[in-house]
């Protein structure tokens, strides 16, 4: 049976944006957080002051040096949620074409979160939730505009990635949640989208309230919507 409510959570990508608007509402519900950034921001900062919030800061989820520090860091916390957040978004067209630049997303939105998976797979029991924030750009079926390759290739990537965790966590009784935000005015889209982090976040964390092992491996939109692969 799935723990209904978390109690320790673990998010990547903690210091803005939606990770940031995360943590707080774990925060303001006495959650204990764990916050993982390279840099903590002093909105962060303010957080980790007034609650339950432990800065795990120098993190760079893409070294795997890095995760071996957050490893030991966590080695003797249960964790009921981790919430893999981080990730970089880049822009290639086929006259626009940087190799490097692909590779740099596939390493932090794909292969990140699944190192971080393996790595804190001990402290992880059944009922606890694993939550990977992907985008609809990943989707195949919903790609209507091209473009943006790295960005959609890693996402894609982290989805199937996603679908496996969902199947082999399936029988230690751990859920996988695969979550799209929406379009959020974040850094990564300099301001524009159609809802705020902080609206985001509340959705995020409510579809991550309600998830079970029957829901594992869904790829849903923060609204609710199951999105096609």
């Not at 007034?50 to 760079?60: A, L, N, R, T």
């Not at 292969?111 to 985008?135: R, V």
């Amino acid at each position: 049976m799935l723990k209904s409510n978390a109690n320790t959570i673990v998010i990547t990508g903690a210091n803005r944006g939606i990770g940031l608007a995360m943590t707080g509402i774990f925060a303001h519900r006495n959650n204990r957080v764990f916050a993982v950034c390279r840099k903590p921001s002093a909105e962060l900062m303010k957080l980790s002051n007034e609650y339950d919030v432990e800065i795990i800061q120098d993190i760079d989820v893409a070294n795997e040096d890095d995760v071996m520090v957050l490893k030991e860091r966590l080695s003797e916390i249960d964790i009921d949620l981790l919430i893999n957040n981080a990730g970089i978004l880049r822009d290639e067209s086929l006259q626009d074409f940087n190799p490097k630049q692909i590779e740099q997303q596939f390493r932090v939105n794909a292969l990140a979160p699944l190192m971080i998976c393996q790595a804190l797979q001990a402290n992880l029991s059944e009922g606890s939730k694993i939550a990977l924030i992907t985008s609809r750009m990943g989707s195949i079926a919903d790609n209507t505009s091209g473009g943006r390759y790295g960005y959609r290739m890693s996402k894609a990537a982290l989805n199937i990635a996603g679908m496996s965790l969902a199947k082999d966590l399936y029988t230690k009784g751990i859920a996988v949640g695969i979550y799209h935000p929406g379009y959020v005015q974040t850094d990564m889209v300099n301001g524009r989208g159609d809802i705020s982090a902080e609206v985001a976040a509340e959705r995020l964390v409510g579809l991550m309230d309600e998830l079970n092992l029957e829901g594992s491996g869904v790829f849903r939109h923060s609204n609710g919507e199951v999105l096609p692969w």
